[in-house]
């Protein structure tokens, strides 16, 4: 996957000299390990009841955990513990704990709120797409502000969540914009193949270390810190395959 050419630093939001660029259409950015700093606090959720059931968690249950839906973690998590508590029990409690941490704990990621500032004042739109329950969803609005997105969906918000296409072609068709016009910035494999499969120009902001999706429009960073208006233009006027 290439690593972003950047230009010199700058400010998020600023434009090289000689003239404006080009933007996207909308930003649709995820919330977990993206916009906060959440993405630990949902393992440790999913550790603390794998210990509970016995099966300490390791580095081979991360693809089954981050990025995953609340369902997805907790079929997962009775498979391969054998308990005879049921995957409507364990994701309950799963949700549970994960709201509680993120009510107790919402740090947002380096580099985001001030990306989000500038795609403001540049009057693009921006939508949070997430595989968090609402309430978690809600939750972090509460903390980092509503008013950034016009747009926001939830896990509950389509037949299916990520790694399916079906949250980011929702908030294109809501948004009224093709997605192929639209920038995703996302943390996870799962998160990458979404907004991929949904036809978007992808930003990979990796929150854990885990091998990503490799994609002509798929494009890795290592921090919202490094990330500005150019380059999101740039991402998104790549032709899409």
């Known amino acids: 996957m290439p690593e972003a050419a950047l230009p010199e630093p700058a400010l998020p939001g600023s434009l090289p000299s000689g003239g404006p660029a080009a933007l996207p259409s909308a930003v649709l950015f995820d919330m977990d390990g993206t916009l906060v700093d959440t993405e630990q606090l949902w393992w ?6 794998a210990e509970e ?32 508590r049921t995957e409507a029990e364990l994701a ?16 947002p990621r380096p580099g985001a709120l001030a990306l ?4 403001r004042e540049a009057r693009v739109p921006t939508a949070l797409v997430s595989a968090s329950p609402r309430l978690v969803v809600d ?10 997105f016009a747009v926001t969906l939830a896990a509950e918000d389509t037949a299916r969540t990520k790694p399916a296409p079906d949250p980011y072609l ?15 910035v996302e943390d996870t494999p799962t998160g990458v193949t979404s907004a991929a499969a949904a036809g978007c120009a992808v930003l990979a902001v990796p929150s854990t270390a885990v091998p990503m999706p490799d994609g002509d429009r798929i494009t890795l ?15 998104c006027a790549a032709p899409a395959v």
Do not use: M, N, Y
């Open 44 to 49: 440790q959720a999913a550790a603390e009841l």
């Open 53 to 84: 059931l016995d099966h300490p968690l390791t580095d081979r249950d991360a693809p089954e955990v981050l990025g995953q839906a609340v369902e997805h973690t907790a079929a997962h998590l009775h498979r391969v513990s054998g308990t005879t």
């Open 92 to 107: 309950a409690r799963l949700g549970e704990s994960f709201a509680g941490k993120v009510a107790a704990e919402t740090v």
């Open 116 to 119: 989000l500032a500038a795609l």
């Open 139 to 148: 939750l972090v609005l509460s903390s980092i502000g509503r008013d950034w």
């Open 170 to 184: 929702a908030a294109a068709e809501r948004l009224g914009l093709d997605p192929a016009a639209c920038v995703a």
């Open 221 to 235: 960073l290592d921090s919202l810190e490094r990330a500005d208006l150019a380059l999101l233009g740039k991402l």
